[in-house]
């Protein structure tokens, strides 16, 4: 009988330590990552580095598909491919949200999915962040709020600018549904071509929706007079600045394009639900949400 119960207790612990298909994912990870760091290190030719770059991502692609399964999201897709575009921190695109993206089209909707253990462990990384503008919190209510979540989760060469949240109604069954409307950027000012971008948790599955905003934002008068002013003030202090070089008029400069920047979102946050373009955009984020929790 004791060594029944001996075999029992060691089955037992072996299945409680045995590890979950999201570690074995997120090992062979770090163990590519620190593979390409080393051929860094080693000044490795770049036709090899972007040889073993490709080769670990197609191989991380493949346990993902494995983990996520078929994607049975209406007008995506089954199948994705991996969200990180690199493994080498040297690279833009290293350090984003470990997932599938399924799409289309290049300029049509697209859609990320994860599980809510990768997006944990990916926040908890971001939280240990030493640079403010990259330092996410661990909570997934908080980090959907701020634009810097989406610019490092499923962008790698633009920052992402919210212009406001929409009002949602959570899908049955639903953990967490957050919608935005913003746009991908290099640059402050208007930005005209904006997303819809649309966050539903549940249980262990996380999925980010984004599509071009339907029917495209309308330019408001006033918010467009407000950042015409601003950029006409900038552009008047960039100018002696560089006839000056002067660099505390270059530092102006920069602040008014910013501040400018902010008065003219924080008014179509204001202004934009009075359009009567705002009950389609609504609608389009809510038939985002009801798509993804298969309504």
Known sequence: MRLVWTVMF?????????????????????????????LNSANAPVEDLDAADAKARTDLQGRLSALLGPLAVKDFPATGTINLESLSDADVGYGMLDGLR?????????LLATTRGL??????????????????????????????FYTQ???????FLGTLDFPLKKPDGADIAIARLGGWTQDVGPIYEQQVVVTLVKG???????APATPP????????????????????????????????????????????DGDYRK?????????????ALVGEAQALADQMAGK
Do not use: H
């Open 217 to 260: 934002v309308p330019k408001i008068a006033a918010c467009e007079a407000l950042w015409t002013a601003a950029d006409e003030a900038a552009q008047k202090l960039a100018a002696q600045a560089s006839g000056q070089q002067d660099e505390t008029a270059y530092d102006a400069a920069n602040a008014a394009w910013e501040k400018g």
């Open 102 to 110: 399924y799409t289309k089209s290049d300029d049509g909707p697209s």
């Open 204 to 210: 262990s599955s996380v999925m980010i929706a984004s």
């Open 10 to 38: 060691a089955l037992a612990s072996s299945a409680a330590f045995a590890a979950s298909p999201e570690d074995d994912y997120i090992a062979a990870r770090d163990k590519a990552i620190a593979a390409i760091a080393a």
């Open 267 to 279: 008014c179509m946050g204001e202004q934009l639900p009075k359009d009567a373009a705002f009950p």
């Open 153 to 159: 989760a499923i962008n790698s060469d633009a920052a």
């Open 119 to 148: 997006l944990d462990r990916w926040l908890q990384a971001r939280s240990a962040e030493t640079d403010a503008a990259l330092k996410l919190p661990t909570d997934i209510n908080e980090a959907l709020k701020l634009d810097a």
